[in-house]
Every structure is written in structure tokens, then in C-alpha cells.
């Protein structure tokens, strides 16, 4: 058995070149860079989004706040970043591992390409894929368990992702990216119970995207982490927060098979365990041609895991209750026909015909399926006793069912754009799009500040 995941880890982050990576992951990674800056831009239009931006402004140094003027320290910006990407529920998902790697990667790479000056597109690319797999890696090995117990996965395993992209960033040694890691592994934050309605959950990407970048650069001076994290039997990560842990996910085709691939992304701006939910809604809604004027009621059957993340009676409150509700978010399809951002506002939450349907539709558990299974059933039941289904696999932006291109620039131009010039948010779909080829990635940070 290897007792040694943490070296393994460490050499191969340290030691990852552009070369290594496979075309295929190149592009997903372009993916996710303009997935991710779309959702971190589009977080200034969010109540906490401006909260945590001010409150990092304050805080004086030179590191940008995308699409906002004002500048940051370093660690402070990245937190900002980060959380603005998390603010509403559009960022990108892995579900085996239940983590938003986006989040947490591309804040840290870019903000320490910013402070260092002449990252290429190709350096900055093999720290994003070194990141993606560490955390993804190691939010496998913590399996659901650490779910079910309460924690957040991004929020745990998002330290580990934030060090490894910052420790290749910055090319740190074998032994200090160990180091990096062993610190980082440390800082796990993030209870379920934010989703319920607390503006604190958007905050997870935030802390574990700096007290990622705050590992990195202690390591680099020299400060030392715990040297066998995921294996120590008492206090180490795995033990302490899963009781059904597997840490052989965190090095098996370690290099050869790269997790980024599972990656999604989210064409619906709510949690991630609702997306096949509403994907059968609307198949039954464009099937029959129906409206809300002609339900009765309706009845989603999906897994255990999703009805427990996402399926408890929705109560009106808070836009986070809302984007984490099966019935709210299905109630709004019927309603609107879509679930984007403007079905999440203020006005909409005390929408009497939203929330009434929203009563109406009842979310149960198929025992059989398995809690990596999003497979989603949705019956509605006419005025007139009629009963009509549709069943979802996968919802589009699934890598079973994936987003193109064009479904990706088209989510970043509707949503930066709401905040930054139309000119400007082109240029950034250009820079991303041949990102390998840029010299310096720092054109992209200058793109990103400013605002209306």
C-alpha cells in the first residue's frame, strides 16, 4: 500500500510541464479559465460579492479585483476573486468529487502571475491542470462521507488545489511543494448548513483559494507542513474528516489520467443537484407544451444524495435557499423556462406564483441509485389528473452531455458583460481562446479591472 500520497503528489506537481498535458485537457482548461472569470465578474453584482470586494480593498497592494478599479494585497484579492466566482452558483463542478475546482485554481494562478510578472499562457495553464488535480484528487479520496458529515468539499479539499497551483506557479522544489501541501491540508473550512441561506458559503472558495497561496509562500521561506497528511492514522486529513475515506484516488493514473475531464459546467445558476431536475422539467414543458396554468403538482424522484442536498421543503428567504432548492429552481422553469440569474432575484423571491408552485412540487429518493448518480425523474400532474414525465441523465454542460465552446462564451459575454464593457469581455473570450500561445498572461488581468 502506498504510505506515501503526499510525495507522490508533490513530484508530480513540481515536476508538470505544459508538454505533459494532453490536448484534450488544454482545452477544458481554456474552458473553465473563461467559465471561471465570467462567474468571479459577474460576482460584483451580488451583495456579498460587493461586501467581500470592499472589504479587500482595504486592504492596500497592487493585485487586481476583477471588474472593480480598486486593487488589493496579494492574498486579499485572491479571497475576493475567489469568492465573487463562487457568489452564484454558476461556477464549474466536478461531481465525483463534488468540488468547484475553478474557483479555487484560476484566482490563485492569476493573481501571482500578476505579482510575478512574465507567466506564459503555457506556464499558467500547467499550474491551473496541477491544481485541478490535486484538489479533484483529493476530493474523491474523501469520498461522500465527508458530505454527509457536514463539510462543504470545496471548502476542505480546496486548500490542497490553491497550494498546488500557486506551488507550480511559483516553481517551488518537490520538497517545498510537500511542504506547501502538508500547511495547507490544514486549513479545511465549510459547513452545509450555509446553504440554507447564509451569505458565508460563497466565502469557501475565498478562504481556501488564500489559505492556499499563504501555504505556498510560507513553504518557499522555508515553514513546514504535516510530511504524511493523507495517511497519518490520528489527525491526518483523510481521518479527520471521512469515515469511508480511499486515498488510492489520489495517485491512481496519476499523470496519465487527468481529472479535469470529468469537469461540467453550469448553464443554470443554482446548485448543481438540481440541474437534472430542471433539465426533465423542461423536457416535459417543450413535449407537451405545457405552462404553469395547466399543473397541478409535481413529483421529482432523484438520489438519496440529491434529495438530501437539495431536495428539503424549500422555505422562502435568502437568494442561497433558493439556488439550493430542487423545488424552487423547478417551479421557476415552469414558470419562466429557464433558471438563470434573473430568476434569482430579490423580486423573485417573494414571487406569490413562484413560491406557490414551488409548495407543489414534492422531491422523493430512488434508494437504488448510487450517491454519484444525478439521474433526476419528473412527473407532472395536470389540472385534469393527467400524468406526464420526462427523465434526465445528464443536464447539458455534463461531460456526458457536453457545453461547446459557444455555450461557454456565450454564459461569459451574458454575464460580464453586465459589468464590464462589451469590447472588453470579447477581447478576454480572444485571449483565453489562444491562451497557450500568450507570453504573458498579465494582458488578461488588465482586461479584468475596471467596470461601469
Known amino acids: 500500500m502506498n504510505r506515501n500520497h503526499l510525495a507522490s503528489l508533490s513530484q508530480f506537481v513540481a515536476n508538470l510541464t505544459y508538454t505533459e498535458i494532453p490536448p484534450d485537457v488544454v482545452t477544458r482548461i481554456k474552458y473553465s479559465v473563461l467559465d471561471t472569470l465570467g462567474c468571479g465578474i459577474y460576482g460584483n453584482r451580488t451583495q456579498w460579492g460587493r461586501i467581500i470586494g470592499d472589504y479587500a480593498a482595504a486592504c492596500e497592494g497592487t493585485s487586481a479585483l476583477w471588474g472593480r478599479s480598486e486593487t488589493a494585497d496579494l492574498e486579499h484579492a485572491v479571497m475576493a476573486n475567489a469568492t465573487m466566482v463562487h457568489s452564484f452558483e454558476l461556477d464549474d463542478l466536478h461531481l465525483p468529487s463534488r468540488s468547484h475546482p475553478g474557483g479555487i485554481t484560476v484566482p490563485v494562478a492569476l493573481a501571482l502571475a500578476e505579482a510575478h510578472g512574465g507567466v506564459s499562457g503555457s506556464d499558467f495553464i500547467a499550474s491551473v491542470a496541477a491544481g485541478y488535480e490535486v484538489l479533484i484528487r483529493v476530493g474523491m479520496a474523501q469520498g461522500v462521507s465527508s458530505f454527509n458529515r457536514g463539510w462543504h468539499p470545496t471548502g476542505t479539499a480546496g486548500p490542497f488545489g490553491a497550494a498546488a497551483t500557486a506551488s507550480r506557479l511559483l516553481r517551488l522544489s518537490v520538497n517545498q511543494t510537500q511542504d506547501a501541501l502538508g500547511i495547507a491540508g490544514t486549513m479545511p473550512c465549510g459547513l452545509m448548513a450555509a446553504q440554507y441561506g447564509a451569505m458565508v458559503k460563497r466565502l469557501y472558495a475565498g478562504h481556501a483559494s488564500s489559505t492556499g497561496v499563504l501555504a505556498a509562500r510560507l513553504a518557499q521561506k522555508g515553514f513546514t507542513g504535516i510530511p504524511d497528511i493523507f495517511d497519518a492514522e490520528f489527525g491526518g486529513y483523510l481521518s479527520a474528516v471521512s469515515d469511508e475515506s480511499d486515498a488510492s484516488y489520489l495517485t491512481s493514473g ?156 456565450s454564459k461569459f459575454l451574458n454575464l460580464a458583460s453586465k459589468v464590464l464593457p462589451e469590447s472588453t469581455c470579447r477581447a478576454l473570450v480572444t485571449e483565453v481562446e489562444k491562451l497557450e500561445e500568450c507570453d504573458d498572461v498579465t494582458r488578461c488581468v488588465q482586461l479584468l479591472k475596471g467596470g461601469r
Open 254 to 409: 496519476l499523470g496519465t489520467s487527468f481529472r479535469i475531464l470529468e469537469t461540467g459546467y453550469k448553464l443554470y445558476s443554482c446548485v448543481g443537484a438540481s440541474h437534472t431536475a430542471i433539465d426533465a422539467t423542461r423536457r416535459v414543458l417543450e413535449t407537451h407544451g405545457l405552462g404553469a396554468a395547466n399543473i397541478r403538482s409535481v413529483r421529482v424522484v432523484t438520489s438519496e444524495y440529491q434529495r438530501t442536498h437539495a431536495g428539503w421543503q424549500y422555505v422562502p428567504g435568502t437568494v442561497m435557499a433558493a439556488q439550493m432548492s430542487i423545488q424552487y429552481c423547478v417551479a421557476a422553469m415552469v414558470l419562466f423556462r429557464d433558471v438563470f440569474v434573473d430568476q434569482f432575484t430579490e423580486q423573485m423571491l417573494v414571487d406569490d406564483r413562484l413560491l406557490d408552485l414551488a409548495q407543489r412540487v414534492n422531491v422523493e429518493a430512488d434508494v437504488t441509485q448510487s450517491p454519484h448518480d444525478r439521474r433526476a425523474m419528473v412527473e407532472v400532474t395536470l389540472i385534469d389528473g393527467t400524468r406526464l414525465s420526462a427523465t434526465s441523465d445528464f443536464a447539458k454542460g455534463h461531460p456526458d452531455n457536453p457545453a461547446t465552446w459557444n455555450d461557454i462564451s
